[in-house]
């Protein structure tokens, strides 16, 4: 009987195989869309949806001026700066420089605790500026932010260093009434020797440490190669199982049935060639979509080096999307009713389940996400393409999928078993 | 000869499409297939032969009764009776994109065929319905004809001691026919015990033994050929082939004395009575007092067609 399961999963595979449409289908479509994704919308810093740098600002001052970095960084910062960057407070330092050198964060300004005290005693200090110089854009962008708050400081108390009083005074005095040629040259020749007698060093020092930690320079491929491989799987496996139903109308089902084989050995072999053609499926893109980006000169680390890990996501999300096809023809009465409701229902899913568009961006979306197969499926495969994610950290996707495919196929071999009587 | 297979009581009544069942009445469906004789199931469309070969081949499941094949209750031991079987379905149940010796191949694997006797008895069969040449083409490429063929060569592919051929001529030219015919009377001189249903009566006058007529899922006469046109009894028939059948004709030639049916088809009006003779003058009268044109007159010997005429007061074909 085994070898009988083996000849009808051969038989169903081998009929995809000479199948150029479907193939076609499998391969061409999900390898052309998500290159076509990847290339217009690029390789991106950061979250794919937040062009901004996010800072974390950890204040161990208790004076007011660490709070006011906090306040323009934070809390209330400038609507054109708050475009730019998005700061948060973080308590810990370590913390801080972990999420930084893993990608999360793009920065950390970190203010010591003695910072007030010392500015008001005129003490020289310094903020350290944690960043990741993978983080181009978003570092520049901070660096520039924060470098501005800090000249503030730093003009004023030159200012008083040298004229005894801030800017006003010292443009009211000597550039004000009478301001000749050699009265400007004077003033001039005064400041130059003040500050050649160190007197006006800047009063805040930025500490730019340059961690070279990791670089989240995400490849976009890495999300919307797995989104269409998913997709389009969801649709094979979706066909595969129609096929049962067009096997009954074309009666070479009721022909195996009528030869000596049970119809669990029917249904097992056609399982399992389903299975097998979806998990060939996601394997070949999986080869083939940093293939195409190499020679196409694009980024071609779109699926990271957890190899274990992308085969456990695939043997998962292949299980749940061979149950979901099953599920559909399950619930139709006709190979054409199967059609539309896969259509439909495939779309719609992979709609939800942020296949096109991110959807953790979007609040009532975000929940529903995470019914669909698609989305446990697509942050597996993201995760550890971008975030380096261990198998301990995609084992609730692996679970999940692997879950949808257990309820799906109960539901479905359920409901399937009446359509197999004729 | 000896009972290969019994059907006992068989009934099957579809609940969602109505009253229809197979062996409608309380007794069921009762019949018996001899070992090595070729039988045919005769009756219109509709009338339940699909359904019983169905019940007989495990697809469906019968609503009571009992088949016994070679010993084996379907019921009870499917896979012992469906060893025994070939079945040749009414569709072309085959993979159109596959080729036909991959159609047969798979097929043979199903019926438990493997290895050297798999592939010797591929290329025996391939051979057999003539399609040696165009084996490796795909099925879908092939005339109507020959998919009919490929698709009577699976049900050949384990040697089954009984064969199950549903309608095996439907939709293909009579060159292709004849072949099917030949290629049936052949299986069963090696000694295949054949069931054949079909809805045209000159097949089954030529190939069967034994004919079974059934109509609304029901036996309704059972015998061979000389023993079911016996049952019309020394009835004739006269076919009148006219341009237009007014009222009243049909109740004046009924009333004719000897006349025992009249039935009107469109431009037909077909008389069964004891002596053609004696009737023909006073019919032709009729016929020309009612204004009626007359194009053809034939006397028919009684035949299957008309056994079923007389049995349901119906024509066999629609
Ligand atoms: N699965 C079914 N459910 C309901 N009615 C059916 C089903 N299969 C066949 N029938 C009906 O039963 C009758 C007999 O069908 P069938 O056995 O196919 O006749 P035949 O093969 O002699 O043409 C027909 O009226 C058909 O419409
Ligand atoms: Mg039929």
Redesign the pocket.
């Given at each position: 009987m085994l070898s009988k399961v083996w000849t009808i999963a051969y038989n169903g595979l081998y009929r995809v195989y000479i199948d150029r449409v479907a193939l076609l289908y499998m391969f061409l479509a999900p390898l052309a869309i998500s290159t076509i994704m990847g290339l217009v919308f690029g390789s991106q810093d950061g979250d794919i949806s937040l062009p901004e740098a996010d800072v974390l600002v950890v204040n161990k001052d208790q004076g007011d001026h660490g709070q006011r970095y906090v306040e323009f960084l934070v809390e209330d910062t400038p609507p054109d700066i708050g475009e730019l960057i998005a700061g948060e407070r973080a308590s810990h330092v370590n913390e801080a420089r972990e999420d930084v050198e893993k990608g999360d964060a793009n920065a950390a300004l970190i203010i010591p605790e003695e910072f007030s005290e010392q500015i008001s005693a005129g003490e020289q200090t310094a903020v350290e500026l944690y960043y990741n110089p993978g983080e181009d854009i978003a570092v520049t962008i901070t660096l520039g932010v924060i470098d501005g708050i800090t000249s503030g400081y730093n003009v004023n108390y030159a200012a008083q260093n040298i004229f005894g009083s801030g800017p006003d005074s010292f443009f009211s005095q000597w550039l004000g009434p009478a301001s000749t040629p050699d009265q400007i040259d004077a003033v001039t020749a005064s400041v130059e020797s003040k500050l050649t007698q160190g007197q006006s060093v800047s009063l805040i020092q930025i500490d730019e440490v340059n961690v070279e930690g990791e670089n989240e320079d995400i490849n976009l491929m890495s999300y919307f190669a797995p989104a269409m491989a998913i997709l389009f799987m969801t649709f094979a496996m979706a066909a595969g199982t129609r096929a049962i139903l067009e096997e009954r109308q074309d009666w070479t089902l009721q022909r195996i049935i009528t030869t000596p084989t049970p119809r669990w050995v029917y249904m097992a072999g056609r399982l399992i060639g389903n299975y097998t053609t979806g998990f060939l499926q996601m394997l070949i893109l999986i080869i083939a979509t940093p293939l195409v980006a190499l020679v196409i000169g694009a980024d071609a680390d779109i699926w990271g080096d957890n190899y274990l890990g992308v085969l456990l996501i695939t043997l998962s999300v292949v299980l749940a999307g061979t149950g979901l096809g099953l599920l559909i023809a399950g619930l139709s009465k006709t190979v054409t009713q199967a059609e539309q409701a896969s259509t439909i229902v495939l779309f719609l899913l992979a709609m939800i389940g942020g296949s096109f568009v991110q959807v953790d961006q979007v609040p009532v979306l975000d929940t529903l996400s995470r019914l669909t197969l698609n989305y446990w499926g697509i942050n597996g495969y993201f995760d550890l393409a971008t975030d380096d994610a261990s198998l301990v950290d995609i084992l609730p996707n692996v679970g999940v999928l692997l879950a949808m495919g257990v309820i799906f196929f109960g539901i479905a071999v359920w409901r399937f078993n009446r359509r197999l009587d004729? | 000869m000896t009972a290969f297979v019994q059907i006992q009581g068989l009934r099957k009544k579809?609940d969602?499409?109505g009253p229809?069942a197979?062996g409608p009445n309380e007794d069921g469906l009762n019949l018996e297939i001899k070992e090595g004789e070729i039988f045919s199931l005769l009756?219109?469309?509709?009338?339940?032969?699909?359904?019983?070969?169905?019940m007989m081949s495990t697809l469906?499941t019968p609503t009571s009764g009992e088949v016994t094949i070679g010993g084996y209750s379907v019921t009870r031991d499917p896979l012992g009776a469906k060893k025994q079987i070939g079945v040749v379905p009414?569709e072309i149940a085959l993979y159109p994109t596959l080729t036909a010796r991959q159609n047969l191949h798979f097929f043979g694997k199903m019926y438990g065929l493997g290895g050297r006797e798999l592939q010797s008895r591929t290329a025996e069969v391939l051979d057999f319905i003539g399609l040696k040449d165009r084996a490796d083409d795909r099925v879908e490429e092939y005339s109507g004809g020959m998919k009919r063929r490929v698709n009577i060569g699976v049900g050949l592919m384990h040697r089954p001691r009984l064969i199950f051929l549903?309608?095996p001529t439907v939709g293909i030219d009579p060159q292709s026919r004849r072949s099917i015919l030949d290629t049936v009377k052949l299986l069963n001189q090696e000694g295949m015990t054949v069931l054949y249903?079909t809805?045209y009566m000159e097949e089954a006058e030529e190939l069967s033994h034994r004919i079974g007529i059934?109509d609304h899922?029901e036996i309704i006469a059972l015998g061979t050929l000389e023993e079911l046109t016996r049952k019309v009894g020394e009835q004739d028939s006269v076919l009148f082939d006219v341009d237009q059948v007014p009222d009243g004709v049909e109740s004046q030639l009924s009333a004719l004395e000897g006349v025992q049916q009249t039935i009107v088809q469109e431009a037909e009006i077909q008389v069964m009575c004891t002596d053609s003779n004696a009737i023909l003058s006073q019919a032709i009268d009729i016929l020309t007092r009612n204004g009626v044109t007359l194009h053809s007159v034939e006397v028919q010997e009684p035949d299957l067609e008309a056994v079923f005429l007389h049995l349901t007061g119906r024509a066999l074909r629609d």
């Open positions: 004729f | 579809y969602n499409n229809f197979v009756g219109p469309n509709g009338a339940g032969k699909t359904t019983t070969i169905s469906l009414q549903d309608e249903t809805h059934i899922g």
